[in-house]
Each structure stands twice: as C-alpha cells, then as structure tokens.
C-alpha cells in the first residue's frame, strides 16, 4: 500500500538558522506531493507543492525538493522565526476510485520548534 | 471569502449517542473531503464527495455516513458514537480534482471527544 512517513518527529533548531524536514514516500504512483504547517488548533496550512516532473521549487523563505530515484522529499526554510513553530506534514496525492478525486496520503508528522 | 467552515469546534458525546459534524465552503469547490486526525498522527480519508450526491467511502469509513445535497455542504453523520471515535475532524475542499491543481483547503476543525 501507499504509505508517507516522516524521519524525525521533532526537530529544534536556533531562530535565524535554516531547517530540513524529510520525509519518505512508499508509492511510486504519487505524483504530486504537498507539504503543510498546522500549528496548534488549526487545520493544515498549505506550504508549497511540487510535481513528479521537478525535483525543487521554491516559494518564499520555502524550498521542497523531489528525489524520485529514492522517493524522498525534503522541506527547507530559510532563516527560521518564531512563527514557523508548527507541526509540518508531507502528503502524496493518491487517486481515488471516483472522477479523478484525489485522497492525500499524509506522514505522521515533525514538530518544528524554534529556540530564541 | 470564509473559506471552509465547520461547527462545532467542540464536542463531547456519550457512547451510542449521534450527531453531525456540519461543513461548509464558499469557494464552489466540487470537491469535498472528511479526515480525521488521531494524536500525534496524520489525517486519515473518511469520506469524500466529487459533487452534489456523489459520494465514496476513503480509508476510515465504518461508523460514518455522509450526504452531499448541495455544492456548499458536506456533512458526516456519526450514527453510535464510540470511544474509537475520539478524534479531530477536518474537512477540506478543492476545486476540480485536476490532477497538478487540486490543492485541498482545510477547515479549523472539530474536536471530539466521546465518553
């Protein structure tokens, strides 16, 4: 089956530094992947995406980068502030039975916390 | 635009009890979805719909039921509430299930608790 899994559930890095978060991806089927922020008692923020045909993009201060060769996606942001403590989660685009609806497939998420 | 709604934020039931988690959008999306989120864990599909009385069942279906009668609402109907049924529920709606643009929205949520 199509799973999405995350390397590290938390991860703490110093205000103004940049952070990584990784993720893993089982289904080779997934050709659109997004990551999300969901910061406590919010539903998931959408961050960036990127299609199976790239291997990085890049929006404000956001990068995500796309290595199919071992099904892996990194999010990258740049000088990290207070605001982006959250809880960041990959999700592959999975396609459902019906008119091309899609389900995304999420990871279990990393707990960005940022130290002053 | 209010994007996507829901009501209520919070609830608690007791065990066999029912009720319906209400979910609107304003943005004439005809795509729909339910999730639920278990502590510390991702969303899991419920339910989804492609538009006004089309709906399938997703990964997590058992226990639920939903409806589509219009383009704005999608409500999940809990028949016999149980303890595994103690959740965060999100719905989320996009707008043509393309494949490089169907980007879902998400509501604030709808935490519940059942005893």
């Known amino acids: 089956g199509e799973s999405v899994g995350l390397h590290l559930p938390t991860l703490s890095v110093q205000e103004g530094d940049n952070s990584i978060i990784n993720c893993a991806y089982s289904?080779?089927?997934?050709?659109?992947f997004i990551w999300y922020k969901q910061e406590s008692g919010k539903g998931p923020q959408f961050i960036i995406d990127i299609r199976s045909n790239m291997d990085k993009r890049q929006g404000q201060r956001v990068t995500v980068l796309l290595n199919k060769t071992v099904k892996h996606l990194s999010l990258q942001i740049a000088a990290t502030q207070p605001g982006d403590s959250a809880v960041y989660f990959c999700a592959g685009h999975i396609v459902l039975k019906i008119q091309g609806a899609q389900k995304l497939v999420f990871g279990q998420g990393t707990r960005l916390t940022i130290n002053p | 635009n209010a994007g996507v709604t829901q009501t209520p934020k919070f609830r608690i039931l007791k065990i066999g009890q029912s009720m319906t988690l209400q979910c609107a959008q304003d943005?004439?999306?005809?795509?729909m979805y339910w999730y639920r989120q278990d502590p510390g864990m991702g969303l899991k599909l419920i339910y989804y719909?492609?538009?006004?009385?089309?709906?399938d069942k997703g990964e997590v279906p058992n226990g639920y039921n939903v409806s589509r009668s219009t383009t704005e609402d999608f409500p999940l109907r809990l028949e016999l509430a149980a303890p595994s049924q103690t959740s965060v529920y999100f719905c989320a709606s996009s707008y043509s299930g393309g494949r490089y643009t169907d980007t879902q929205y998400f509501g604030p949520g709808t935490r519940l608790t059942v005893l």
């Open positions: 719909s492609v538009g006004a009385g089309i709906t």
């Open positions: 943005m004439n999306h005809n795509y």
């Open positions: 289904n080779s089927a997934s050709d659109y």
